[in-house]
């Protein structure tokens, strides 16, 4: 097991041409190609080629983190920005089934301030899937990683030390069940043509 604590290790989060040891443009930014350039000619800054060494390396990803305003917070979305490399990671038509992370697995842990039933389908927030689905497919699932149920700990800076032993037990039994779990539903472009509408949609017009 290989951990990345960012805050820990002064992750910096920001994208920038500083993530570039050789630009192919100088002139104009553009950073999907810039990663690529910077990736084939060994260029990408330090930080983020060893985060990509880990990804590469891992079959299993867990993103571990609290949700802040129904999303995830700066520090993970800065390292999906600079770490998740296009050309390695996404690129064309290599995403979902034939993303670059295909045949791994993925999962969120997630921490949060509301209760259960405040994102139940009838709940005042609606259903945390919904929530996270930008991450769960447009992210992990776009990658071409199988996406593992996620685990949630609810209401925790509310709780008492004792519900939270509670959380920890489950967070372990969760764990002990992953190679049981059913991944998520997710995209798959043998379902549509080259230019991606749906093959269903020519046939039932």
């Known amino acids: 097991m290989r951990v990345s604590d960012l805050y820990a290790a002064g992750f910096n989060p920001v994208a920038s ?3 570039f040891g050789q630009r192919q443009n100088p002139d104009h930014l553009v950073y999907a190609l810039e990663q690529r350039h ?3 000619n060994g260029t990408l800054a330090p930080d983020v080629r060893g985060e990509l060494a880990k990804l590469l390396w891992c079959d299993l990803l867990i993103l571990n983190f609290p949700i802040f305003w129904f999303s995830a917070p700066a520090m993970l979305k800065g390292w999906i920005d600079r770490v998740l490399v296009s050309g390695v990671v996404y ?3 290599r995403f979902y089934d034939r993303g670059g992370l295909t ?4 999962m969120l842990s997630v921490t949060i301030g509301g209760q259960s039933h405040m994102f139940a389908p009838d709940g005042v927030h609606g259903p945390l899937d919904d929530m996270l689905k930008p991450l769960q497919q447009g992210t992990l699932g776009y990658t071409g990683l ?3 149920p996620p685990f949630v ?3 925790v800076p509310y709780i008492s030390t004792e519900e939270r032993t509670h959380i920890l037990a489950d967070w372990r039994h969760h764990l002990d069940q992953l190679d049981h779990l059913a ?3 997710m995209p798959s472009l043998c379902d549509f043509d080259e230019h991606l509408p749906t093959l269903l949609g020519w046939l039932f017009p």
């Open 17 to 19: 041409a500083a993530d």
């Open 38 to 40: 910077a990736h084939t």
């Open 91 to 93: 690129g064309g038509k």
């Open 103 to 106: 045949g791994k697995r993925a």
């Open 146 to 148: 199988s996406v593992l």
């Open 153 to 155: 700990a609810w209401h």
């Open 183 to 185: 991944p998520l539903s």
